[in-house]
């Protein structure tokens, strides 16, 4: 199966920033915000490699027409 063919494949989503009451300021490790931005991390690395897929899909069904 090729990236072309009609394959469910979404954008991802970002994730949800916690709001400033989830850190208790405490200095807990790790802090709700060091989960949030291994999220973003991973989700900036999902996105890219989306964004690739899709320009490939995009390509192929321009050079289809």
């Given at each position: 199966?090729?990236?072309?063919?009609?394959?469910f494949d979404p954008m991802?989503?970002?994730?949800?920033?916690?709001?400033?009451?989830?850190?208790?300021?405490?200095?807990?490790?790790?802090?709700?915000?060091?989960?949030?931005?291994?999220?973003?991390?991973?989700?900036?690395?999902?996105?890219?490699?989306?964004?690739?897929?899709?320009?490939?899909?995009?390509?192929?069904?321009?050079?289809?027409n």
């Amino acid at each position: 199966m090729s990236l072309s063919d009609d394959v469910f494949d979404p954008m991802p989503e970002a994730p949800e920033a916690p709001t400033d009451d989830m850190c208790c300021g405490s200095g807990c490790d790790p802090c709700v915000w060091d989960t949030y931005n291994a999220a973003v991390q991973v989700y900036r690395q999902q996105l890219a490699d989306w964004q690739a897929r899709e320009a490939v899909r995009q390509a192929a069904a321009k050079a289809g027409n």
